[in-house]
């Protein structure tokens, strides 16, 4: 079946550190790519999305390219802030309304 | 509304006992889902319905768990009998059909503790 696999965490990193956050999938075909953040206490919120090989979703600083080849959707952001503390979850669907499969998320700690 | 609305926001039961939380999704999406998040951070899916129809019942366990959408009602789901590895934030989602329902919205989660 379909599996996502994330980096083990926490990270903590410094204000203005460069941040990547590793994401592989298994899943046959094409399927959409995701990544998600859950602020404290809050419900997720998309982050940003790709639907097809080589497609690079971007937002709030934060850019993951989809790569077929590797299978992976790594999120990365050149300068992070105390502000993206969050929990990160890297996830894939088969396509509009399809169920949503996560990683096991990932917690960013930023210190000032 | 706008927003993904769920109550209530915190359940506490005994273990035995029956509880129900609901889900009234975005005004015009047709789509919602339900996801189990235990262990902080872990994510599973439930169910999915498709206006009042259900979609996708593969997360859905086989006994104890129940789940509804009715026309003009919120969507709910049910867990009879709760046991304590119930416990955990209960997440509804939705969607827009077609080219608008890659995103899933969430809404705030609804905390169940089961004692």
């Known amino acids: 079946g379909d599996s996502v696999t994330q980096m083990e965490g926490p990270v903590t990193l410094s204000e203005e550190a460069f941040l990547t956050i590793n994401c592989t999938y298994t899943a046959t075909g094409y399927p959409s790519l995701f990544w998600y953040v859950q602020y404290p206490g809050e419900g997720l919120q998309l982050l940003l999305k790709a639907t097809k090989a080589d497609d690079k979703g971007s937002n709030k600083g934060f850019e993951a390219t989809y790569r077929k080849e590797t299978t992976s959707f790594h999120l990365e952001k050149g300068s992070v802030q105390v502000s993206d503390s969050a929990v990160y979850f890297c996830a894939l669907s088969r396509g509009a309304n399809s169920k949503l499969t996560f990683g096991k998320g990932i917690t960013l700690s930023v210190r000032p | 509304g706008e927003e993904v609305a769920q109550t209530p926001k915190h359940l506490v039961r005994g273990e035995g006992q029956k509880a129900k939380l609901y889900c009234a999704p975005i005004?015009?999406?047709?789509?919602v889902f339900w996801y189990q998040q235990v262990l902080k951070n872990e994510f599973k899916f439930l169910i999915s319905f498709q206006n009042e129809n259900v979609f996708d019942e593969t997360g859905m366990p086989k006994e104890r768990f129940s789940a509804k959408c009715l026309p003009n009602s919120p969507c709910s789901l049910e867990i009879q009998a709760t046991k304590l590895e119930d416990s955990a934030v209960y997440f509804c989602a939705s969607s827009q059909t077609l080219a608008g329902g890659l995103e899933q919205y969430f809404g705030p989660g609804t905390r169940l503790t089961v004692t």
């Open positions: 005004k015009g999406h047709s789509y």
